[in-house]
């Protein structure tokens, strides 16, 4: 193996080995640290190798910025591993590119804009899978627990009632399966042998982690289909059930109009949903584990959050036009998301052509990292950029403030599709949360004592158990 040419006149970094590339500097476990210490040694925009795989990391909201929004076509392709592209075959919308990611992401934001003008549809859904979420954090009685599985359930549910209509009874098996087939794919994506795998892809037939990827990935991909034969069976234009009924009436539409698109179609629809479960539930989650675990370790924002909750809705349920009336709760949520930071590097990009950029040379092609925790922890953005600081989102005067640098949802024409329904999410199901509940540590463990390492993955998620004590009592 011999680095190519054009890397003597692109962006520069560590020395690579032969076929090893820097795998020997890098953290695997926690990459984002390495390419952050290597930033400090080669600037804001620097090459490295992960084995033979030649990438370009993006470092601090300056150089993010530039690339994803003002060049935003140049740095708009999505970076697929061999692993996605065998499970995507093209479909879908966040491991594609083309024109099939081009039709499928306008028919997503123009749903999910309609899913969002319908403000109370969407925030009744939210409401009542907070409900449940409550009844379940109720059963432990005060003791500690771990908040994972609970929390993927009503998030996982959401997204079911967003996509089919209606959501599914926690021990129903079927949906036992769902959320498996939901959260094993993303920890199988993080785990050694399937990383090994897409950088050594000859590999493939001894590497257990890949078969098994696969055979989920078929199994919901045949479990959708089935699940859209009986929706198509009672398919009403009067009443839309959610975003498949949307796509199969879209569908039905082109064809009585005689209009060809080959992108509309069955699997397409199926590839889809698969990838809006896959970037929905798992962000949600870590964001509301890590704002739950903020507030057991801070205890006097905590008061502060359930104050302002308490002045301006009582024990009424908090809705999504209470956020203006909410500052500190708005601004802690905004926090809890720039300081948790748990999507460090954002989902690989590529270019679409060649470009030079900050004076580097980077070939089409080329893999780009967007170091996004590098922008939410940016020194020259954030006042204490290493502290758990709502005032970053307040002004004197203690109303909400927008920050440029506040990015977790990324930016440009690959940003978060569903930023807008997250946050409405976030909101709701926080806010409900502490009107309902005061956050601790477990007995016996101090708030400096909490652990906040988290577990190593794709998305940061935290493993402390907290307590979660209701406040009526
Ligand atoms: C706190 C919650 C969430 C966070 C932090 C988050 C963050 C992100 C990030 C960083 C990306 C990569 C964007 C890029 O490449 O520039 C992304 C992509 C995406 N997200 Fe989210 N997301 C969240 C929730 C959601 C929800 C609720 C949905 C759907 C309802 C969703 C749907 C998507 C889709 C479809 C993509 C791929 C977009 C594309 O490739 O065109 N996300 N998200």
């Not at 771990?146 to 929390?151: A, E, H």
């Not at 993080?190 to 982690?209: D, E």
């Amino acid at each position: 193996f011999v680095p190519p040419q054009e890397d003597q006149k692109g962006p520069p970094g560590p020395r690579p080995l032969p076929l090893l590339g820097n795998l020997l500097q890098l953290d695997l476990k926690r990459p984002y640290e390495t390419l952050l210490k290597f930033s400090r040694k080669y600037g804001s925009v620097f090459t490295v190798y992960f084995g033979p795989k030649k990438v370009v990391v993006l470092v601090g909201y300056q150089a993010v910025k530039e690339a994803l929004v003002n060049r935003a076509e140049e740095f708009g392709e999505r970076d697929l591993t061999p692993i996605l592209e065998e499970s995507s075959k093209g479909h879908g919308i966040l491991w594609s590119n083309g024109d099939s990611w081009r039709e499928m992401r306008r028919f997503g934001e123009a749903t999910f804009r309609e899913f969002l003008a319908d403000k109370k549809a969407w925030e009744d859904k939210i409401i009542d899978e907070t409900q449940h979420l409550i009844k379940v954090f109720r059963k432990f009685k005060g003791q500690a627990f771990d908040t994972n599985q609970p929390m993927n359930y009503a998030i996982s549910n959401i997204i079911c009632s967003m996509v089919y209509g209606s959501r599914f009874q926690y021990d129903d098996p079927e949906f036992i399966s769902l959320v498996e087939r939901i959260y094993v794919p993303i920890e199988l994506t993080g785990s050694p042998s399937l990383q090994l795998y897409n950088l050594f892809p000859c590999i493939g037939p001894l590497v257990p982690n890949k078969t098994r990827f696969l055979q989920l990935s078929m199994i919901s991909q045949k479990k959708n289909l089935e699940i859209f034969r009986h929706l198509k069976e009672t398919l009403n234009p009067e009443k839309c059930r959610g975003f498949a009924d949307k796509y199969l009436l879209h569908q039905q539409q082109l064809e009585a109009s005689g209009i060809t698109n080959i992108h509309f179609h069955i699997d397409n629809l199926a590839m889809t949903v698969i990838h809006l479960f896959a970037a929905a539930t798992n962000a949600s989650s870590a964001s509301l584990k890590w704002g739950l675990l903020f507030m057991a370790k801070y205890p006097e924002i905590q008061d502060q959050v359930r104050e302002e909750l308490t002045r301006v809705a009582g024990s009424r349920q908090v809705q999504e036009e209470d956020r203006k009336n909410l500052p500190f709760t708005n601004a802690v949520i905004h926090e809890v998301q720039r300081f948790a930071s748990i999507i460090p590097i954002s989902i690989p990009r590529k270019t679409s052509q060649d470009v030079t950029f900050q004076g580097h040379f980077i070939k089409k092609g080329t893999a780009v990292y967007p170091l996004l925790t590098s922008v939410l922890l940016d020194e020259t953005e954030w006042e204490r950029p290493q502290s758990f600081y709502p005032a970053h989102f307040l002004d004197n005067d203690g109303n909400f403030v927008k920050r440029d640098a506040f990015l977790p949802f990324s930016a440009g024409q690959r940003a978060c599709l569903g930023e807008g329904l997250a946050r409405v999410k976030l909101f709701i199901i926080f806010s409900t949360l502490l009107q309902h509940f005061r956050f601790t540590p477990p007995p016996g463990v101090s708030e400096d004592e909490l652990d906040l390492t988290p577990v190593a993955g794709v998305t940061l998620i935290p493993s402390q158990d907290i307590s979660a004590v209701p406040v009526s009592d």
